[in-house]
C-alpha cells in the first residue's frame, strides 16, 4: 500500500525537498510557493487531520486515563492485587465498598486486580512496540537499501513466519523458555513481531532508494549512513509510526492469550489473561469475573487502534483505507 | 499453470524442512523432554537411560532431527514420550475435526464479509457503513478466547432460564450422537458456537478488504461505461464490479489460512473440542516435543497448500497473471 502511495506521489506534485511524505497537491494556494514553511505546514496538515478524527481524540483521552491509573495503580486501586476481604465475597459490580467490577468467591476486588493487571497489559504492548520498532527498522532499513545477504536472510525469515501460525510458534516459545514475567514475555513476543516490521520498512526503502533525490543526496557527498538516517528514515516515518501503534493492540491481545492459556505471564504476577481464566469456573454465575477484564482488554485495544487509524489517515492522504 | 504448481511445491519443501529443523533445534536446545519424567517419584536411572537410548537423545541435534525425519514415512510421526501410543492416527483425527470447524467458519465468514464490504462500498458513509467499520474494530480488538467465553455465558444461561438448549457449549458431539442426519444437526448445535468464534475476527478482517477493494473498483472507467449503457445496477454492481473485486480478498482468505489455525488453538481450547488445537495444547503442556513437532509439519503442510490455493486462484481469476 506505502508503495502505491509512493509511485503516485510525483504525479500529483513534485516531491518535497525533505521531511514528510503528502503529496504538496492538497496545500493551501498561498504557502505553496514558500519553500521555507512548507515542512511546517505538512506537521499543520497532519495534526489537522489527526485532530479532526474523532475517535482518535476520544481514544487519546481514554487511553491517558488508562496508563494513568496503571501507572499509579497502588494509589487508584482501592484494594491490593491479593488483598482478601472476607465479608465481601461473590458480589456484583456496585460502588458500594468500592467494588467496581465486584468480586471473586475469596473476596479479591476484580477492579484492583484488573488495574494492575492493565500495568502487564501495558508493560508488554509497549515493550514490545519499541523492540520490535527498533529492531524491524534498522534490520529492514539495511535489507532495503544495500539487498544483499541481510535482504536475503531477511525474506527467508518472513517465508518461515508466513509458514507457522504465529501463536503456535510463540506458545512453543513461552513454553519452552518459561513465561513468567512480563519483561520475558515481551521480549518473546518482539523476537516474532519484529520480521513484519523489518518488512514494510524494506519495501519502503527499496522504492526510496530509486528517487532522485536520493540521487542528488549521493551527488553532494553524503554517506550510506547520512542518506538512510537523515534523508530517507524520514520520509519513511508515516508506516513505521502506524504500524508500531498497531502492534501495542496486537502484543497485549497476545500476551493475554497466552497468559489465559497459562503460558504467558504466570500468577502470583497480575495479567488480565490470567484473570478470565480465573473466572472461568464460576462465569455462569459471576459473569463478572470474564465480563469486566475482557471490557478493560477491548477499551485499551480499540482505543490503540483508533489512534492508529487517526494516524494512518493524517500520514497517508492518498489511502482511503482503514483496514 | 501445472509446472508452476509444481514448480512451487518443490520450492515451499526447503522452508518447511527448514522451519521444522530450526523448531526442532530450538526444542532441543531449551527443552529437556525428559524433564518431567525425572521428576516422577517412581522412576529408576535404568529407565531413563532407556528411555534416551531408545528415543536417541544422546544423539546430536542434527542425528535425532534426521532420525525423526525417517521416522515419517514408515512409522508415522512414531509414539509420544510417555507412552507407545501412535501419533499419527490421533493427529488424523483431530485434523479432520479442526477442518470441519475451519471450513465451515471460513465459508460462512466469506459470504457475511462480501455480503458487508460489498454493501458499505455501495452506501460509503452511510449509517451502515459506519456500523460495519465499528463492528470490525470491535473484531480487531477484542480477544478469541474472551468472545468465546461471553458466548458460552450467555448460552448456558439461556439454556438455565428457559430451558431450552439451542446450541451446545463444550465438546463435539453429545455422547449418543445418532447416525445420519441426526449426527450432522447435533454436530452443528456443538459446533455454531465455535463457528461464531472463528468468524468473528475472519468477517471483521475480510470485510475491510472487499469494502477497500469495492471501493476501488466501483469508481473505475468499465464500471461507469456498464452503467452507462444501460445496465441495471445490480447486474452492474454483482456481475461487473463485485467479480474484479473479489480477486484480492480471495487471496487474502488463502493466505490468513495460518491465522485461523492459530485462531482454532483458542476456540478448541475454550470450547473443549477434539481437534489440531487442543491436541496442541494438551502436548505443549506435557513438554512432549513428538507430537508437538508432527503437528507443526502437518500445519506448515496446510499452510503451503493453502497459500499456493491462494496463488492459483488468483491466476484463474485474473487472466492478466501468468504463470508460465
Same mark, same amino acid.
Given at each position: 500500500?506505502?508503495?502505491?502511495?509512493?509511485?503516485?506521489?510525483?504525479?500529483?506534485?513534485?516531491?518535497?525537498?525533505?521531511?514528510?511524505?503528502?503529496?504538496?497537491?492538497?496545500?493551501?494556494?498561498?504557502?505553496?510557493?514558500?519553500?521555507?514553511?512548507?515542512?511546517?505546514?505538512?506537521?499543520?496538515?497532519?495534526?489537522?487531520?489527526?485532530?479532526?478524527?474523532?475517535?482518535?481524540?476520544?481514544?487519546?483521552?481514554?487511553?491517558?486515563?488508562?496508563?494513568?491509573?496503571?501507572?499509579?495503580?497502588?494509589?487508584?486501586?482501592?484494594?491490593?492485587?491479593?488483598?482478601?476481604?472476607?465479608?465481601?465475597?461473590?458480589?456484583?459490580?456496585?460502588?458500594?465498598?468500592?467494588?467496581?467490577?465486584?468480586?471473586?468467591?475469596?473476596?479479591?476486588?476484580?477492579?484492583?486486580?484488573?488495574?494492575?493487571?492493565?500495568?502487564?497489559? @501495558?508493560?508488554?504492548? $509497549? #515493550?514490545?512496540? %519499541? !523492540?520490535?520498532? /527498533?529492531?524491524?527498522?534498522?534490520? &529492514?532499513?539495511?535489507?532495503?537499501?544495500?539487498?544483499?545477504?541481510?535482504?536475503?536472510?531477511?525474506?527467508?525469515?518472513?517465508?518461515?513466519? @508466513?509458514?507457522?501460525? $504465529? #501463536?503456535?510458534? %510463540? !506458545?512453543?516459545? /513461552?513454553?519452552?523458555?518459561?513465561? &513468567?514475567?512480563?519483561?520475558?514475555?515481551?521480549?518473546?513476543?518482539?523476537?516474532?513481531?519484529?520480521?513484519?516490521?523489518?518488512?514494510?520498512?524494506?519495501?519502503?526503502?527499496?522504492?526510496?532508494?530509486?528517487?532522485?533525490?536520493?540521487?542528488?543526496?549521493?551527488?553532494?557527498?553524503?554517506?550510506?549512513?547520512?542518506?538512510?538516517?537523515?534523508?530517507?528514515?524520514?520520509?519513511?516515518?508515516?508506516?513505521?509510526?502506524?504500524?508500531?501503534?498497531?502492534?501495542?493492540?496486537?502484543?497485549?491481545?497476545?500476551?493475554?492469550?497466552?497468559?489465559?492459556?497459562?503460558?504467558?505471564?504466570?500468577?502470583?504476577?497480575?495479567?488480565?489473561?490470567?484473570?478470565?481464566?480465573?473466572?472461568?469456573?464460576?462465569?455462569?454465575?459471576?459473569?463478572?469475573?470474564?465480563?469486566?477484564?475482557?471490557?478493560?482488554?477491548?477499551?485499551?485495544?480499540?482505543?490503540?487502534?483508533?489512534?492508529?487509524?487517526?494516524?494512518?489517515?493524517?500520514?497517508?492522504?492518498?489511502?482511503?483505507?482503514?483496514? | 499453470?501445472?509446472?508452476?504448481?509444481?514448480?512451487?511445491?518443490?520450492?515451499?519443501?526447503?522452508?518447511?524442512?527448514?522451519?521444522?529443523?530450526?523448531?526442532?533445534?530450538?526444542?532441543?536446545?531449551?527443552?529437556?523432554?525428559?524433564?518431567?519424567?525425572?521428576?516422577?517419584?517412581?522412576?529408576?536411572?535404568?529407565?531413563?537411560?532407556?528411555?534416551?537410548?531408545?528415543?536417541?537423545?544422546?544423539?546430536?541435534?542434527?542425528?535425532?532431527?534426521?532420525?525423526?525425519?525417517?521416522?515419517?514415512?514408515?512409522?508415522?510421526?512414531?509414539?509420544?514420550?510417555?507412552?507407545?501410543?501412535?501419533?499419527?492416527?490421533?493427529?488424523?483425527?483431530?485434523?479432520?475435526?479442526?477442518?470441519?470447524?475451519?471450513?465451515?467458519?471460513?465459508?460462512?465468514?466469506?459470504?457475511?464479509?462480501?455480503?458487508?464490504?460489498?454493501?458499505?462500498?455501495?452506501?460509503?458513509?452511510?449509517?451502515?457503513?459506519?456500523?460495519?467499520?465499528?463492528?470490525?474494530?470491535?473484531?480487531?480488538?477484542?480477544?478469541?478466547?474472551?468472545?468465546?467465553?461471553?458466548?458460552?455465558?450467555?448460552?448456558?444461561?439461556?439454556?438455565?432460564?428457559?430451558?431450552?438448549?439451542?446450541?451446545?457449549?463444550?465438546?463435539?458431539?453429545?455422547?449418543?450422537?445418532?447416525?445420519?442426519?441426526?449426527?450432522?444437526?447435533?454436530?452443528?448445535?456443538?459446533?455454531?458456537?465455535?463457528?461464531?468464534?472463528?468468524?468473528?475476527?475472519?468477517?471483521?478482517?475480510?470485510?475491510?478488504?472487499?469494502?477497500?477493494?469495492?471501493?476501488?473498483?466501483?469508481?473505475?472507467?468499465?464500471?461507469?461505461?456498464?452503467?452507462?449503457?444501460?445496465?441495471?445496477?445490480?447486474?452492474?454492481?454483482?456481475?461487473?464490479?463485485?467479480?474484479?473485486?473479489?480477486?484480492?480478498?480471495?487471496?487474502?482468505?488463502?493466505?490468513?489460512?495460518?491465522?485461523?489455525?492459530?485462531?482454532?488453538?483458542?476456540?478448541?481450547?475454550?470450547?473443549?473440542?477434539?481437534?489440531?488445537?487442543?491436541?496442541?495444547?494438551?502436548?505443549?503442556?506435557?513438554?512432549?516435543?513428538?507430537?508437538?513437532?508432527?503437528?507443526?509439519?502437518?500445519?506448515?503442510?496446510?499452510?503451503?497448500?493453502?497459500?499456493?490455493?491462494?496463488?492459483?486462484?488468483?491466476?484463474?481469476?485474473?487472466?492478466?497473471?501468468?504463470?508460465?
Amino acid at each position: 500500500m506505502t508503495d502505491d502511495l509512493r509511485a503516485r506521489a510525483p504525479e500529483t506534485a513534485a516531491p518535497a525537498p525533505r521531511g514528510g511524505d503528502a503529496p504538496s497537491a492538497v496545500l493551501p494556494a498561498e504557502e505553496a510557493g514558500h519553500a521555507e514553511i512548507l515542512a511546517r505546514s505538512q506537521w499543520q496538515l497532519f495534526r489537522r487531520k489527526f485532530l479532526r478524527h474523532k475517535a482518535a481524540m476520544v481514544s487519546i483521552v481514554v487511553l491517558t486515563a488508562i496508563v494513568l491509573a496503571a501507572i499509579f495503580a497502588e494509589q487508584v486501586a482501592p484494594y491490593g492485587f491479593n488483598e482478601i476481604n472476607v465479608l465481601d465475597r461473590g458480589i456484583r459490580p456496585t460502588v458500594e465498598n468500592q467494588h467496581f467490577f465486584g468480586t471473586d468467591r475469596l473476596g479479591r476486588d476484580y477492579f484492583s486486580r484488573v488495574v494492575f493487571g492493565m500495568r502487564t497489559s @501495558l508493560l508488554v504492548g $509497549g #515493550l514490545v512496540a %519499541l !523492540l520490535s520498532t /527498533a529492531v524491524g527498522t534498522v534490520i &529492514g532499513a539495511i535489507a532495503g537499501f544495500y539487498r544483499g545477504w541481510v535482504d536475503a536472510i531477511l525474506m527467508r525469515m518472513t517465508d518461515l513466519v @508466513l509458514i507457522l501460525p $504465529g #501463536l503456535a510458534v %510463540l !506458545l512453543v516459545a /513461552a513454553a519452552l523458555l518459561g513465561g &513468567g514475567d512480563p519483561i520475558k514475555v515481551g521480549f518473546i513476543l518482539a523476537g516474532l513481531i519484529w520480521v513484519q516490521l523489518a518488512r514494510i520498512v524494506r519495501g519502503t526503502f527499496l522504492s526510496l532508494r530509486e528517487k532522485e533525490y536520493i540521487e542528488a543526496a549521493r551527488a553532494s557527498g553524503a554517506g550510506d549512513l547520512r542518506i538512510m538516517f537523515r534523508h530517507m528514515l524520514p520520509n519513511s516515518m508515516g508506516p513505521i509510526i502506524v504500524n508500531a501503534t498497531l502492534v501495542v493492540a496486537t502484543a497485549i491481545l497476545i500476551e493475554a492469550t497466552l497468559s489465559f492459556l497459562g503460558f504467558g505471564v504466570q500468577p502470583p504476577r497480575p495479567a488480565l489473561g490470567a484473570l478470565i481464566n480465573d473466572g472461568r469456573s464460576a462465569m455462569t454465575t459471576d459473569w463478572w469475573l470474564v465480563v469486566m477484564p475482557g471490557l478493560t482488554l477491548v477499551a485499551i485495544c480499540l482505543c490503540v487502534n483508533f489512534i492508529g487509524d487517526g494516524l494512518r489517515d493524517a500520514l497517508d492522504p492518498t489511502q482511503q483505507e482503514t483496514v | 499453470m501445472a509446472t508452476y504448481a509444481l514448480r512451487r511445491v518443490l520450492v515451499s519443501i526447503p522452508v518447511v524442512l527448514a522451519s521444522t529443523f530450526l523448531v526442532f533445534f530450538f526444542v532441543s536446545l531449551t527443552g529437556d523432554p525428559l524433564a518431567d519424567l525425572r521428576a516422577a517419584p517412581n522412576i529408576s536411572q535404568a529407565q531413563l537411560d532407556f528411555v534416551r537410548e531408545s528415543r536417541g537423545l544422546d544423539q546430536p541435534t542434527a542425528v535425532q532431527y534426521v532420525r525423526w525425519l525417517q521416522s515419517i514415512p514408515g512409522d508415522g510421526f512414531g509414539t509420544y514420550l510417555r507412552n507407545d501410543n501412535r501419533i499419527w492416527p490421533d493427529l488424523q483425527r483431530v485434523l479432520g475435526n479442526t477442518l470441519q470447524l475451519v471450513i465451515a467458519a471460513e465459508i460462512l465468514s466469506i459470504i457475511v464479509a462480501i455480503t458487508l464490504g460489498v454493501v458499505s462500498a455501495k452506501r460509503q458513509y452511510s449509517f451502515f457503513d459506519y456500523s460495519t467499520t465499528t463492528f470490525s474494530f470491535f473484531g480487531f480488538s477484542m480477544p478469541v478466547f474472551w468472545f468465546a467465553l461471553i458466548l458460552q455465558i450467555i448460552f448456558v444461561n439461556i439454556f438455565l432460564a428457559t430451558d431450552v438448549r439451542i446450541f451446545y457449549t463444550a465438546n463435539l458431539s453429545a455422547p449418543n450422537p445418532g447416525t445420519g442426519l441426526a449426527f450432522w444437526v447435533d454436530r452443528f448445535r456443538h459446533l455454531a458456537l465455535p463457528i461464531m468464534t472463528l468468524m468473528v475476527i475472519s468477517v471483521a478482517t475480510y470485510s475491510r478488504y472487499m469494502r477497500a477493494s469495492m471501493l476501488e473498483v466501483i469508481h473505475s472507467d468499465y464500471v461507469r461505461t456498464a452503467r452507462a449503457k444501460g445496465l441495471r445496477e445490480g447486474t452492474v454492481t454483482v456481475k461487473h464490479a463485485m467479480r474484479n473485486a473479489l480477486i484480492p480478498v480471495v487471496t487474502i482468505t488463502a493466505l490468513s489460512f495460518g491465522t485461523v489455525l492459530g485462531g482454532a488453538i483458542v476456540t478448541e481450547t475454550v470450547f473443549g473440542l477434539d481437534g489440531m488445537g487442543l491436541y496442541f495444547i494438551r502436548y505443549l503442556g506435557q513438554r512432549d516435543p513428538y507430537p508437538i513437532m508432527a503437528w507443526l509439519l502437518v500445519t506448515a503442510v496446510a499452510v503451503v497448500i493453502a497459500n499456493l490455493v491462494a496463488d492459483l486462484l488468483y491466476g484463474f481469476l485474473d487472466p492478466r497473471i501468468r504463470y508460465d
